[in-house]
């Protein structure tokens, strides 16, 4: 009876993740767009000067370096903006059918298998895509510091954790195809 209660629980904590992150990708994408399209406009300069975001590490420059001003570095930014919002707005979702159908029903059921094989995908595609992208715009920023006397080395390779993690749900969801089969035979036979 406890675990229907956190079931029920976790799914509705992603439905308002869900409803609560939907403001915060429109401001990204308003922000992007603005310096995008609209370099030179009052809606851009209402956003002050433009900082791509880096979850690695936190860089503050005296002054805005040139490789912001950067066309190919803005788009690097809203490609891994928007690609972080499907992605979090994404699991966010499909995680909450996941725990309301366990909730309501049973883990083993077909739609969950194809929950599973929707993480996967997701986490596949947009994860690496963000991962990939932020690293090349940490690496652009890491070159614009022009430090003397040291070098700082980096290697874009973070984004192979949601490759590998994208693959594992993918399995989980054919073991559970397999559980879920095991569980419909054995419905018929008792």
């Known amino acids: 009876m406890n675990t229907k209660i956190l079931f029920k629980v976790t799914y509705l904590i992603c439905r308002t993740l869900f409803i609560l992150i939907i403001p915060i990708g429109l401001y990204s994408f308003l ?7 609209f370099p030179n406009s009052s809606f851009a300069e209402s956003f002050g000067e433009f ?3 880096i979850s690695l590490l936190t860089i503050e ?6 490789i912001f001003i950067n066309t190919d570095l803005k788009i ?3 490609i891994c903006e928007i690609s972080l919002f499907i992605l979090v707005l994404g699991i966010l979702r499909i995680v909450d059918k996941l725990f309301k159908n366990i909730y309501k029903e049973s883990l ?23 991962f990939y992208t932020e690293g090349l ?33 993918l399995l989980i969801g054919v073991a559970l195809k397999v559980a879920v089969k095991a569980v419909e035979e054995n419905k018929y036979t008792i």
């Open 31 to 37: 922000y992007h767009m603005a310096f995008l399209f």
């Open 51 to 53: 900082e791509p975001t």
């Open 61 to 66: 420059f005296e002054t805005q370096p040139d």
């Open 76 to 78: 690097l930014s809203f």
């Open 108 to 130: 083993f059921i077909m739609e969950n298998v194809k929950l599973f094989y929707m993480i996967g995908i997701f986490i596949l595609s947009f994860g690496t895509i963000f």
């Open 137 to 169: 715009i940490f690496d652009k920023t890491i070159e614009a510091l022009h430090i003397t006397n040291a070098s700082i080395g980096f290697s874009n390779l973070s984004y192979i954790d949601t490759i590998f993690t994208g693959i594992a749900c």
